[in-house]
């Protein structure tokens, strides 16, 4: 059972693998026929050798040694070049196969729910996209090559031998059953070491990728020399892995090339008596040497030629733990199209639950609203208590289920999602901004946008006139992740890119936490006024900020415990009461 499971999982691989190479079928078969024409030349000469030889015993004439030789060298200046092209061919199709994956895997990310990367490593994705990626483009390339290299040659080299002298050729090749033997047991070790060495390089690459994104932290906390032992410590088990691996390396390939050689000496030894007894001409032994030493690089690269192999399986194993994975969040047959233009902003929920998965308590119980269309509500709560959820669900990038969450009478969960989302401009707690200028970062959604429709945008966000103070002002480079702005500047760059959109519903999930309360109110009074209000969600702490929308909706432990304006909600013993004395308190006492 376990035998026909590892045969099943191999013969996966393998189907994986001509998946990989279908696309390039063309240049594949090329080179293929290239080794082919390489290795039937290479047989060829040492049989033209033999003929020479023999010819040369009986009438010795210098210019049959001048014929034979031009004849050697045409046929080998021919042979290199066919080799040349042989290996252009199967290592573009590497590269190419490279490159496909590359974009295979990037293209099958963009689908993945953020849920994926927040429960999966950063650094390992990173390393499964380009050093796994890099072992397949060497599978397909040199293990590729020397495997059908030694096919080849074994199978055009096997039948020359054998014409011309069986019992000689069954001596010379009796000890690469043995070799052959040794490869097979070594390859699973070789496998799980390969294995290890893999996911201890994803270990360091996560760590490396963490401390870089997080060195204010570190710096701020003085954790350097943390950090510095948890970089050891791992560097280590990698070393420690590369090292296993290379020992097992080091008494492999050794070991296969004395095995490869020791036919040559088996060869030499039964060889004499034939040549004095008359059995065997010098022309034939000649060949038979020169064809021992033609099988001996491709057997003795067959150990390299394993470990290029298993490294290539494991990281077929580890980028296909990546492309099976179902997008949990996508387009359902027959999705309603709705063209954002179309949308007004009506947002309905009826019984609207989510739980996070491995969670026991739900982050949102039946919650019931309706928000109008060029209304802002206010979302307001403790820590944890399902705000964001809230928020996370209306553009799903939670995986909510049908029949709960409505956009203008449609089920969120029947709508295109390219649709639903361009009708929702959405400002994450994370203002992220990419490495790039500030106007590339604000007009990220819409890239076409003109420079007077960037201003604008940044003026209702109120960090027009910062932009203007910086000595390159909209040019500005942000730096990774924004970390030369500060963190209010940031969340209104942020918000910029969002209002640029235009979208006709905007959610901002606590976006103005880093935002003085005076900026945030005028922000949300910029946004529910004029003649093209936007139905505005707004997630926040900031209960002064809050007060001015249309409506707040308070959240405690994943419920909608009460909703109304800022004054009635005062009016009443409730929770909203209780948040916004403790804030009146709280900034009393600083």
């Not at 942000?478 to 760059?493: A, C, D, K, M, N």
Request: hydrophobic residues 45%.
């Amino acid at each position: 059972m376990i035998e026909q499971t590892r045969l099943e999982i191999s013969m996966s691989r393998f189907q994986r693998l001509l998946s990989y190479l279908k696309p390039h079928w063309k240049k594949s078969t090329l080179g293929v026929f290239a080794l082919l024409v390489v290795n039937a030349l290479g047989v060829y000469i040492p049989w033209l050798i033999r003929e020479g030889i023999d010819e040369l015993q009986v009438t010795f004439s210098f210019d049959r040694i001048v014929y034979y030789a031009g004849i050697i060298i045409a046929l080998a200046t021919a042979m290199w070049f066919v080799r040349v092209a042989s290996r252009i061919w199967m290592f573009g199709v590497g590269r190419q196969v490279e490159f496909d994956l590359k974009q295979e895997i990037f293209e099958h990310l963009l689908t993945l729910e953020p849920a994926y990367f927040s429960e999966n490593r950063i650094g390992d994705l990173i390393n499964r996209a380009t050093s796994d990626v890099d072992n397949i483009r060497r599978l397909l390339g040199f293990a590729v090559l020397s495997l059908v290299n030694t096919i080849f040659a074994y199978a055009l080299t096997l039948p020359a031998m054998l014409a011309i002298n069986v019992r000689l050729t069954l001596f010379a090749l009796a000890i690469y059953p043995l070799m052959f033997l040794l490869v097979w047991v070594s390859s699973d070790r070789l496998r799980s070491e390969q294995m290890e060495v893999q996911e201890r390089l994803s270990t360091v690459s996560q760590l490396v990728q963490e401390d870089t994104s997080g060195m204010g932290p570190i710096k701020i906390y003085a954790q350097e020399e943390n950090e510095r032992r948890a970089f050891d410590r791992y560097n280590k088990d990698l070393l420690d892995a590369n090292l296993k691996l290379a020992r097992t390396r080091t008494i492999l390939f050794p070991l296969l090339q004395a095995l490869a050689g020791g036919s040559l000496l088996i060869l030499l030894a039964f060889g004499s008596r034939p040549l004095i007894n008359g059995t065997l001409d010098v022309g034939g032994f000649v060949a038979l040497v020169l064809y021992v030493e033609r099988l001996v690089f491709p057997t003795a690269i067959l150990g390299f030629t394993l470990t290029t192999y298993q490294r290539g399986e494991v990281s077929i194993d580890r980028i296909d733990a990546i492309l099976q994975v179902d997008p949990k969040i996508q387009d359902p047959e027959n999705a309603i199209d709705r063209s954002p233009e179309d949308i007004k902003g009506n947002i309905t929920a009826r019984g609207l639950s989510y739980t996070y998965p491995g969670a026991e308590i739900p982050a949102l119980t039946g919650a019931d609203f309706d928000i109008e269309a060029g209304e802002t509500v206010a979302i307001v709560g403790a820590v944890g208590s399902g705000k964001s959820t809230l928020a996370n669900a209306i553009p799903r990038l939670l995986d909510i289920q049908e029949g709960q969450l409505f956009l203008d009478g449609c089920d969120v969960t029947q709508l295109r999602l390219q649709d639903l989302r361009g009708a929702i401009s959405y400002v994450p707690q994370d203002s992220f901004l990419f490495s790039t200028t500030i106007v590339n970062n604000i007009r990220y959604g819409r890239p076409e946008s003109e420079g007077w429709e960037v201003e604008t945008a940044a003026k209702q966000a109120q960090i027009h006139e910062e932009i203007l103070n910086f000595p390159k002002q909209y040019e500005t480079i942000v730096g990774e992740r924004g970390i030369t702005l500060s963190g209010g500047q940031r969340q209104r760059t942020a918000l910029a890119r969002a209002l640029l959109i235009d979208a006709p519903v905007l959610i901002l999930d606590d976006a103005l936490s880093s935002v003085d309360n005076q900026t945030a109110t005028q922000i949300l009074h910029n946004l529910s006024t004029g003649t093209q209000r936007k139905t505005v969600v707004f997630v926040s702490h900031q209960l002064s900020a809050a007060a001015s929308a249309d409506r707040i909706f308070v959240v405690d432990r994943g419920r909608i415990v009460q909703a109304g304006t800022h004054d009635r909600l005062l009016s009443e013993t409730g929770l909203y009461r209780d948040l916004w004395k403790y804030q009146k308190f709280e900034a009393a006492m600083t």
